[in-house]
T-cell receptor, first 113, second 119 residues
Framework: EAQVTQNPRYLITVTGKKLTVTCSQN?????MSWYRQDPGLGLRQIYY???????DKGDVPEGYKVSRKEKRNFPLILESPSPNQTSLYFC????????????FGQGTRLTVV | AQTVTQSQPEMSVQEAETVTLSCTYD???????LFWYKQPPSRQMILVIR??????QNATENRFSVNFQKAAKSFSLKISDSQLGDAAMYFC????????????????FGQGTILTVHP
């Protein structure tokens, strides 16, 4: 089954404690990205990757890091989380861009206290 | 930069009736793609329908159809014969068709519209 798998689905952490949200896709997609969803703001792109070892900033990259060492995996790293990073996070992948469908993970609800 | 605006934070409809969700966008590009995504309480993002800007014909998928007005930069979603399972947050999204641009794969989302379906 074609899918994007994110883990964990829920996470509560304390300010400053490094964390990683994993994302893996089994569709051999080139394009992967991370979004955060906040009430009244919709989803905003954090980082994206057009292929292995090629990553770039989206609209709200501050406080986040990513890596793309393998085509299937695209982890999101918060080196020193802060309360303003409390949000719902989604990983998405697509074959390329354009008209192709973007497949989303199940979402990760992160709370930073 | 492109922007997408959904001006209706909440909408409601009676079961079996028809409802239209509004979406407007701003772009200087001539070629692009537009999408509607559904997000039920499970949080899963589900593609409902998509439209290619160069196609004048409005896309349809079963009970879902769009009214795409390119000149007005409007992309509304019509849900016919509404069902209880249609209750969800709906997001309108824009994606560039410029393969050489840095925003090629990026989806720009609106704020979302919460749809309630009354039995």
């Amino acid at each position: 089954e074609a899918q994007v798998t994110q883990n964990p689905r829920y996470l509560i952490t304390v300010t400053g404690k490094k964390l990683t949200v994993t994302c893996s896709q089994n569709m051999n997609h080139e394009y992967m990205s991370w979004y955060r969803q906040d009430p009244g703001l919709g989803l905003r792109q954090i980082y994206y990757s057009m292929n292995v070892e090629v990553t770039d900033k989206g609209d709200v990259p501050e406080g986040y890091k990513v890596s793309r060492k393998e085509k299937r995996n695209f982890p999101l790293i918060l080196e020193s989380p802060s309360p303003n990073q409390t949000s719902l996070y989604f990983c998405a992948s697509s074959l390329q861009g354009g008209y192709t469908e973007a497949f989303f993970g199940q979402g990760t609800r992160l709370t930073v206290v | 930069a492109q922007t997408v605006t959904q001006s209706q934070p909440e909408m409601s409809v009676q079961e079996a009736e028809t409802v239209t969700l509004s979406c407007t966008y701003d772009t200087s590009e001539s070629d692009y793609y537009l999408f509607w995504y559904k997000q039920p309480p499970s949080r899963q993002m589900i593609l409902v329908i998509r439209q290619e800007a160069y196609k004048q014909q409005n896309a349809t998928e079963n009970r879902f159809s769009v009214n795409f007005q390119k000149a007005a930069k409007s992309f509304s979603l019509k849900i016919s014969d509404s069902q209880l399972g249609d209750a969800a947050m709906y997001f309108c999204a824009y994606r560039s068709a410029n393969a050489g641009g840095t925003s090629y794969g990026k989806l720009t989302f609106g704020q979302g519209t919460i749809l309630t379906v009354h039995p």
